[in-house]
């Protein structure tokens, strides 16, 4: 696609580090390694849009399996907004993801914008924000989710996302800089989590479990090792109440909100069983 030198194309493994910088300068707060593992989940679902031979704007749109994409990464530069840029590569990432339902995190400002391109309100997902330095004992139930197959992990997670994403979860749980524990019951996984070293302090994301103290025992677990001047993040969908709960009771404070939206209809999932989102950019 090019008009008056404007070219839009996937993106290198290179150019994703760029998107990746530019959501740091947004204040989105990514990852430190999330470039690797989110150009895993689809590499080419990551695109770039360069005018006269400058990138000015970036957009993901990830594909999952055979029915779900994502929607992520849509940034212009901002002197170059408002002149057409930026609904180009919008209408080049919806084409990418033709015949899937669709998802994406908006911040509550577009989510009009997006009803327009069709998206539907799911859900808010809220942003939690805490400090470490709390004394926490090991819980023998946990274990370091490395110890598993992937398959194992692979296969629990498939019941709280649309489509398979199996890729994405390898890189996602062994990326450097990050700790992820999954909780055993009756020897069968409960529940897993990850935390992962970001610009700002950690992030957790997913923190998945079959019961709201299941999903306690893994937070306090991964933010064990944290020092109280250490800041980590939550990712909650408002509506499963006693994921707010974890976080108010942790003596967390909101910073954040997205809108969850969808395309098509919102998927079946137990978001009472979803207490932490994986992350905003890719779902």
Not at 14 to 22: G, K, N, S, Y
Not at 54 to 81: D, H, W
Request: aromatic share 12%; proline share 5%.
């Amino acid at each position: 696609m090019q008009e008056n030198n404007y070219e839009i194309r996937t993106m290198n493994r290179q150019e994703v580090d760029l998107a990746i910088e530019w959501a740091a300068t947004e204040g989105w707060n990514p990852g430190i390694n999330d470039a690797e593992c989110f150009y895993a989940a689809d590499p080419h679902g990551f695109m770039i849009g360069v005018l006269n031979g400058e990138p000015i704007a970036v957009i993901s749109a990830i594909k999952y399996g055979e029915s779900f994409g994502f929607l992520g990464f849509y940034m212009v530069k901002p002197e170059y907004r408002g002149k057409g840029f930026g609904i180009q590569i919008w209408h080049a990432a919806l084409a990418y993801l033709a015949d899937r339902n669709i998802g994406l995190d908006g911040v509550i400002a577009q989510q009009n914008n997006y009803m327009k391109s069709g998206f539907k309100l799911a859900y808010r997902n809220i942003r939690y924000e805490g400090f470490g330095g709390l004394n926490i004992t090991k819980h023998p139930d946990v274990i370091e989710l490395s110890s598993l197959p992937l398959e194992t992990v692979a296969s629990y997670d498939r019941a709280f996302f649309p489509d398979h994403r199996t890729p994405f979860i390898a890189a996602w749980i062994n990326q450097p800089g990050s700790h992820a524990l999954g909780i055993l019951e009756h020897d069968k996984l409960a529940g897993y989590g990850v935390i992962r070293q970001c610009h700002t302090g950690y992030k957790i994301g997913p923190l998945f479990a079959d019961s709201p103290a299941w999903a306690e025992v893994l937070f306090l677990s991964l933010i064990a090792g944290l020092n109280s001047t250490e800041v980590f993040y939550l990712d909650t969908p408002e509506v499963n109440r006693a994921a707010v709960e974890l976080a108010e009771r942790n003596h967390m404070k909101v910073v954040f909100e997205t809108a969850r939206m969808y395309s098509g209809n919102q998927p079946d999932l137990p978001l009472n069983r979803i207490f932490g989102v994986t992350s905003f950019e890719l779902g």
